[in-house]
């Protein structure tokens, strides 16, 4: 009867640990549609429009009073962005941690942002103020409701699953984006059709990724559960942004090898937002391809990261995280040296091209996340996972740097995009270099049968 007992007990565990994943994927469905619809492809082209609407005649804006161009704009609400997520992350992943309840806050960032980008539709006419301001609350919001909905990984999964579940995670994010893009798309080219000016087109798309994004957050918000905080020293206190940031990194150099992990992360993570965020520049410039050959291998891009994340999240089940991620790597290379010899005017080799970022970018993305959990102290996941974060979206300048250095010293296209691969074999030597069965043992954690 005891043992009876206990079976059941563990298979209702299960059933609950299950329930909470599904869950958990749905934040991912939830809100990369706003990288995708909204960022990736709408905002940046109709936010500059209306900045140059209402520019002077000498094409500026004029912000607070500060000129910038037009053209400009966009950009540096990006950047302003940033800066404020860098500020309140760290802040947000310690009070986290502290109290030990991530659901309220993960509420009021994903509804901070999904009300931001709903707000999107009313950027008519002259209003990029309006727009900029919208822009710098709803990427901050996502960065800060990422980290928090990344920091859930190691307390819903244990090692044994923690790489399955954060592929699949990946996945349900790139199958929401797909198909909602999709479903933009064809409201945007059909707009006649529909009766609809290409403005309020573009309005409706922007405003429909708030509302997906809010509706489908309820499902994480309904199903993960606050622990309670892991006791911490008394003298440990919530420091305002920077300060926060500085007390994080100072905690993580008591562990070398999760910060070694963390800056070859940072490394190879760079060479692969600058190549996402690149390529389309490299489509239309030095390869001659229109919009709609671009926005279709955006779309390809999406479609095939499903697979990727899932297939790679099974090749770690039999070679380890460490390893695939490596290999990934080496896959990264080969995909950017392909692109080095496609020829100008040839849509279907570019369509190669994206098929090949598709198929290793969701898994390598989501095996980085499920091996950093693995470093990460008991008790410190989302501020620990802050400085993730900041990896991920706050300190990836240095690819876009060397992209634009090379090309001014080349005038090539060609060798802007060859010049990333320096980004992924360093990487991979730094990545190579750390034992992580230890970098897990030194973190506190048990450490899986393979990783």
């Known amino acids: 009867m005891g043992t009876d007992t206990v079976r059941a007990d563990a ?27 909204v960022l990736t492809v709408f905002l940046g082209p109709y936010l500059t429009s209306v900045a140059k609407h209402a520019a002077d005649a000498d094409g500026y804006v004029h912000p607070l009073g500060i000129p910038v161009r037009a053209g400009s704009f966009f950009a540096y609400s990006v950047s302003l962005s940033v800066i404020v997520a860098v500020l309140v992350m760290p802040l947000v992943g310690a009070a986290a941690d502290r109290s030990g309840r991530k659901k309220p806050l993960l509420a009021a960032a994903a509804y901070t942002g999904a009300a931001a980008t709903t707000g999107m539709f009313f950027l008519g006419g002259d209003r990029y103020l309006l727009g900029g301001v919208l822009l710098v609350v709803a990427n901050a919001a996502q960065s800060v409701g990422t980290m928090l909905y990344n920091s859930y990984l190691p307390q819903i999964a244990p090692p044994e699953e923690r790489d399955a579940v954060s592929s699949k995670g990946w996945a349900f994010g ?4 797909a198909l909602v893009l999709v479903a933009n798309l064809v409201l945007y080219m059909g ?61 993580m150099r008591r562990h070398p090898l999760t910060l070694a992990f963390l800056l070859a992360y ?21 390869l001659d391809l229109g919009q709609s050959t671009l926005i279709a291998a955006v779309l390809l891009v999406q479609v095939l990261a499903v697979a990727g994340a899932l297939a790679l999240g099974r090749l770690a089940r039999t070679y380890g995280a460490k390893r695939t991620i490596l290999g990934s ?19 279907g080799w570019f369509f190669v091209l994206a098929a090949g970022i598709g198929l290793v970018l969701g898994g390598s993305q989501a095996l980085s996340r499920s091996l950093f959990s693995h470093l990460v102290p008991p008790g410190k996941e989302a501020e620990y996972f802050s400085a ?14 060397l992209f634009g250095i090379t090309y001014q010293l080349t005038g090539s296209y060609r060798d802007a995009i060859i010049s990333l691969v320096a980004f992924f074999v360093i990487g991979f030597a ?16 048990p450490v899986p049968e393979r990783i």
């Open 329 to 347: 790597l080496v896959a990264w290379a080969v995909v950017l040296g392909a692109g080095f010899f496609l020829p100008a005017g040839a849509p």
């Open 266 to 286: 940072l490394i190879y993570n760079d060479g692969i937002q600058t190549v996402i965020s690149q390529a389309s520049l490299y489509g239309s410039e030095e």
């Open 174 to 177: 790139y199958a929401a984006g």
């Open 11 to 37: 298979a209702d565990a299960a059933d609950d640990r299950r329930r909470e994943q599904r869950g958990w994927y749905f934040y991912d469905w939830a809100c990369s549609v706003y990288s995708t619809s």
């Open 191 to 251: 707009h006649d059709s529909f009766g609809l000016s290409e403005s309020a087109a573009v309005r409706i798309c922007l405003a429909s990724a708030g509302l997906w994004w809010g509706a489908f957050a309820l499902i994480p918000l309904r199903r993960l559960r606050d622990r309670g905080p892991v006791a911490r020293e008394a003298k440990e206190s919530t420091a305002p942004g920077f300060r926060q940031l500085a007390a994080t990194v100072r905690d």
């Open 388 to 401: 993730y974060e900041m990896s991920d979206r706050g300190m990836s300048w240095l690819g876009p740097l």
């Open 430 to 445: 730094l990545l190579a270099r750390v034992p992580v069965r230890r970098a897990i043992s030194d973190a506190g954690n």
